[in-house]
């Protein structure tokens, strides 16, 4: 049993930046984060080598680890708050702006690119707002700082390295099973070495969750075990899309990332654009259930022929309807039956004209997939009918901005899914209803992204500093 000020639990970038603004902040408070994965400079994909997933046991190098899926995302940071989720909901829009502008600047002092995307050309980009509108899309303003895969690697390791030596203890290779709480009051977690099995209880005055969008499963098992005040959110299904460059120029050479949304007939759910990576590459994450979904990359020094960007759909359940995360699962669990474990990728045409997607098509077609092991076949047996006509609906959309984007050789990636959905109740100062206990990023249902997930940390990390 040990004793700190702040147990932090995930080395998340909510978590990760937590702990950087309270040093920032010259707290002399004593701080843990336990992580389930390596660090950073610990972490690879054996694709590279094999040219297929293995599964890796007991967690998967692209989504565990220090800086979570931030290191293996393509290291996109928007730097609008209307942009990466619903905090400003919670706190205001000027609160999140400037907290976003703040983070920014930390960003930029561990050597994040100086450019930033999406403002170079603002007729340009008010020629593509216009085919937006008449498409019955709306185009979101948001600048861009893109890291780059391999640069957002280095980035995140100098951060590590300046938390170990301003004297934050990091745990690697230990998960959280449980948290101490009795009579409303969090007092600590229970943490289990991966190696050895054995377990052992931090104790803390605050206790801070940040298990990314990877741990939002758990944390919604452990909201209900504890009553910990939540309710059931968003979760959103999709597919990943993969064109030529040629296709994407403009918008691409404009914007780097075009966020849209749209409300597709004839159900008028929200359909968005997410992720966007030029010249980028597919890659397949895997969760400790096994499930396989489809995500996407871009580094800054190599680049493909395509370029790939997530289609997604957000469902609101309600009464008497409460586990949105098990129904996103069981759709991916049903695309990977189908892909015997992988990823499943079919051309747009196929899907119009009714048939499955073989791979010698694949192989005639000008876009060819970027993720060697995808297997070819029919995404529309397993994607909900809802969800997969609000995408086709998107689609023929987004074609009218994006001259050949429902082009028959479209790809789409199934299943691309986003586990935010459990959302947790807090105040402006990100308490719970559980003294001691703050949940933050993603698996709170509160953030998306990277630099959204990182702002909420700076301003848990100044409250926490000020206590």
């Known amino acids: 049993m040990k004793n700190y000020d702040v147990v932090i639990i995930g080395a998340g970038p909510s978590g990760i930046f937590t702990a950087l603004e309270m040093i920032k902040q010259a707290s002399q408070k004593k701080i843990i984060i336990v992580e389930k994965g390596s660090p950073v400079e610990k972490r690879a994909c054996p694709k590279a080598k094999t040219g297929k997933c293995v599964n890796c046991k007991p967690y998967c190098h692209i989504t565990t680890g220090f800086s979570g899926a931030g290191a293996f995302s393509d290291g996109k940071l928007s730097l609008n708050y209307e942009v990466g989720g619903d905090l400003p909901q919670l706190l205001g829009a000027d609160t999140v702006q400037s907290m976003i502008d703040y983070t920014d600047t930390v960003y930029l002092e561990f050597g994040a690119d100086t450019k930033i995307e999406g403002v170079s050309n603002p007729e340009k980009v008010k020629e593509i707002r216009k085919k937006a509108i008449t498409a019955g899309l709306k185009l979101v303003d948001c600048p861009i700082r893109h890291l780059g895969t391999e640069k957002?690697?280095?980035?995140?390791?100098?951060?590590?390295?300046?938390?170990?030596?301003?004297?934050?203890?990091?745990?690697?290779?230990?998960?959280?099973?449980?948290?101490?709480?009795?009579?409303?009051?969090?007092?600590?977690?229970?943490?289990?070495?991966?190696?050895?099995?054995?377990?052992?209880?931090?104790?803390?005055?605050?206790?801070?969750?940040?298990?990314?969008?990877?741990?939002?499963?758990?944390?919604?098992?452990?909201?209900?075990?504890?009553?910990?005040a939540h309710q059931p959110g968003t979760v959103d299904i999709g597919v990943r899309v993969e064109v030529r460059n040629e296709i994407m120029e403009e918008v691409n050479e404009v914007l780097y990332e075009s966020k849209l949304i749209g409300y597709p007939a004839p159900f008028k759910n929200k359909v968005r654009t997410f992720c966007?990576?030029?010249?980028?590459?597919?890659?397949?994450?895997?969760?400790?259930?096994?499930?396989?979904?489809?995500?996407?990359?871009?580094?800054?020094?190599?680049?493909?022929?395509?370029?790939?960007?997530?289609?997604?759909?957000?469902?609101?359940?309600?009464?008497?309807?409460?586990?949105?995360?098990?129904?996103?699962?069981?759709?991916?669990?049903?695309?990977?039956?189908?892909?015997?474990?992988?990823?499943?990728?079919?051309?747009?045409?196929?899907?119009?004209?009714?048939?499955?997607?073989?791979?010698?098509?694949?192989?005639?077609?000008?876009?060819?997939?970027?993720?060697?092991?995808a297997v070819a076949g029919d995404i529309t047996a397993a994607m909900p009918y809802r969800a997969m006509t609000n995408i086709i609906g998107f689609i023929k959309a987004m074609d009218y901005v994006v001259p050949g984007f429902a082009s028959t050789e479209t790809l789409l990636y199934s299943p691309e899914l986003k586990f935010y959905s459990n959302r947790v109740r807090m105040d402006t100062d990100l308490n719970t209803n559980i003294q001691g206990l703050h949940c933050l990023g993603d698996s709170s249902g509160w953030t998306r992204g990277l630099m959204m997930a990182s702002a909420m940390g700076v301003i848990m990390g100044r409250k926490l500093a000020g206590r």
């Open 152 to 228: 957002a690697q280095q980035l995140y390791y100098d951060i590590e390295q300046y938390l170990i030596a301003h004297g934050v203890e990091i745990l690697f290779g230990y998960d959280c099973t449980d948290l101490v709480i009795r009579d409303n009051v969090c007092t600590g977690a229970i943490i289990r070495d991966l190696g050895t099995g054995q377990t052992d209880t931090l104790h803390g005055t605050d206790i801070v969750v940040a298990t990314g969008r990877k741990g939002a499963d758990w944390l919604e098992g452990l909201c209900e075990e504890h009553e910990i």
């Open 276 to 373: 966007q990576n030029p010249g980028g590459f597919v890659s397949q994450e895997n969760y400790d259930n096994n499930l396989a979904v489809v995500n996407g990359h871009s580094y800054k020094d190599i680049k493909s022929s395509n370029t790939n960007v997530a289609i997604l759909c957000s469902h609101n359940f309600t009464y008497p309807f409460n586990q949105p995360i098990a129904y996103a699962q069981k759709v991916g669990e049903l695309t990977n039956m189908l892909a015997n474990g992988q990823i499943l990728v079919q051309r747009y045409g196929d899907i119009l004209d009714g048939k499955r997607t073989w791979e010698k098509e694949l192989a005639q077609s000008n876009v060819r997939p970027t993720i060697p092991d």
